[in-house]
């Protein structure tokens, strides 16, 4: 099989950007074993409920579910099982800082393929208050309003 070029989106977390503001962002790979990379190739994969924590230096993506190969049978993992996510030193050591800070955590933004591997991006996020979610949805509207007029004036 020739290796993909360029990048093929598998998941987004588009809740994230409704729920936090992302201050930062990484971009990691991660380990997988066999079966869980044909199932994603297949874009069986959801990061709705996913978080990433630092643990012993490490960085791990823990509730990202992977939905069992089917045809994997022995060689199938743990669908929800937590995952290590590989970034270079000086990343975990500046997510560890930042995380630790009041306020702040890090949230899994997409799974994408990247050539032929998988990556995560991530990001350094604060919660949104509900005033800005609110905020954040007036200016949609008005920015869809918007659209929709524009589209109506260059129609005639």
Do not use: W
């Not at 990691?28 to 630092?54: N, Q």
Request: contains cysteine; proline residues 3%; aromatic residues 8%.
């Amino acid at each position: 099989m020739p290796k993909q070029k360029g990048e093929r989106l598998i998941a987004n977390n588009k809740k994230a950007y409704f729920d936090y503001f992302i201050d930062e962002k990484f971009e990691a790979g991660i380990a997988l074993h066999g079966t869980e990379v044909k199932s994603l190739r297949m874009g069986h994969c959801s990061i709705k409920e996913a978080f990433v924590s630092v643990e012993d230096g490490e960085v791990i993506i823990r509730q990202m579910h992977i939905s069992p190969y089917e045809k994997g049978n022995i060689f199938n993992r743990d669908p929800l099982r937590p995952r290590k996510l590989l970034l270079h030193k000086y990343e975990i050591n500046k997510i560890m800082g930042q995380a630790k800070m009041k306020g702040y955590t890090i949230v899994p933004l997409k799974v994408y393929f990247k050539d032929s591997l998988v990556k995560v991006e991530i990001g350094l996020a604060r919660g949104k208050k509900l005033y800005d979610k609110r905020n954040d949805i007036a200016k949609k509207d008005m920015k869809r309003e918007a659209e929709k007029e524009f589209k109506i004036r260059n129609m005639r």
